[in-house]
């Protein structure tokens, strides 16, 4: 009895996943982080908005972008179609650029995507964006997410959702590198991690959106899997190792038990992981590339 006492005591010291408490505690570092992710999302796919999207750039287009963070995808969009009304939405204004410097077009605001939407953003908008929620959706739940993102839109208006696969997080070898063992381990503690209780966090809504907008009456127009680009390897291993950095603070000082049988070490614990994400740091000097596919979905409703 007392043994299967201590072993629940053991597994309750893993880190639960606090989605909005860990976005809400950002700092520079992490609005820098969204920069370069935002860069590696426009080297990838080549495009702001989807060519399947037909808008002007003379028309007063009004798009949202919901968990916008620092707005780098609204601020390079507004280059492009200057005379259209943005509007960017997120949990935290910790991010946002300062309203004195934006054209008066361009606006943020506070709000949690989990909330009613506000009365003045009902079918408000032309374009609804929403990129990298997946931490946000727990148990494949994502109906709360796309049915206030629904609300905020026009008839005949557009959904464009950009997503990295977590589920496919891999680590992939140059020629000539035999072993990558501390970002190995990372990559699969995360993904063992993600499928936890702990974090329930699920990849499936996300291969099923296609068929879940168009269940819910939209008109899919792409569906698109987007392969890491080998040329962009150092790109996407900062990008990972800075999320990695700030998952830090959250890892328990006590050990916890990691299941047996996946090369994973028997506990987990602060000083363990970041051991092994220094070493991942230079692993990734060497070569190592930490990568996962991304998706886009484009539907009209």
Same mark, same amino acid.
């Given at each position: ?121 009902i079918e408000a908008f032309d374009v609804i964006h929403l990129r990298t929620l997946y931490s =946000?959706?727990?148990?494949?739940? !994502?109906? #709360? ?7 905020? /839109?026009? +008839? &005949? ?83 990972? =190792?800075?999320?990695?950095?700030? !998952?830090? #603070? ?7 038990? /990691?299941? +047996? &049988? ?40």
């Amino acid at each position: 009895m007392s043994e299967a006492i201590s072993k629940t005591s053991e597994q309750d010291r893993a880190p639960k996943w606090d989605s909005q408490k860990f976005w809400k505690a950002q700092d520079y570092q992490q609005s820098a982080r969204l920069h370069l992710q935002h860069w590696l999302w426009e080297y990838q796919l080549d495009y702001t908005i989807h060519p399947k999207i037909d808008i002007s750039k003379d028309s007063r287009t009004r798009v949202a972008d919901i968990a916008c963070g620092n707005g780098a995808w609204m601020l390079d969009l507004a280059r492009q179609y200057p005379k259209a009304i943005l509007e960017g939405f997120d949990i935290t204004a910790a991010h946002f650029p300062a309203a004195g410097f934006l054209p008066e077009n361009i606006k943020f605001h506070v709000w949690d995507v989990f909330t009613d939407v506000p009365a003045d953003f009902i079918e408000a908008f032309d374009v609804i964006h929403l990129r990298t929620l997946y931490s =946000l959706v727990k148990g494949n739940n !994502v109906g #709360p997410i796309l049915e206030n993102a629904r609300k905020m /839109l026009k +008839p &005949g208006g557009y959904i464009q959702w950009d997503e990295t696969d977590s589920s496919t997080m891999r680590c992939t070898l140059p020629p000539g590198l035999v072993s990558a063992p501390a970002t190995q381990t990372l990559v699969t503690f995360f993904n063992v991690f993600s499928a936890s209780p702990q974090s329930n966090l699920l990849g499936d809504w996300l291969h099923d959106l296609g068929t879940t907008l168009k269940e819910s009456g939209m008109t899919v127009l792409a569906q698109e899997k987007v392969p890491p680009n080998k040329l962009m390897h150092r790109v996407w291993c900062d990008n990972f =190792l800075t999320v990695w950095e700030h !998952v830090i #603070p959250s890892m328990p000082e006590q050990s916890f038990p /990691l299941p +047996p &049988g996946l090369r994973l070490p028997e506990h987990m614990n602060r000083e363990v992981f970041v051991d092994l994400w220094q070493k991942a740091a230079e692993e990734c000097q060497n070569g190592a590339w930490i990568n996962a596919d991304q998706i886009v979905i484009v539907a009209k409703s």
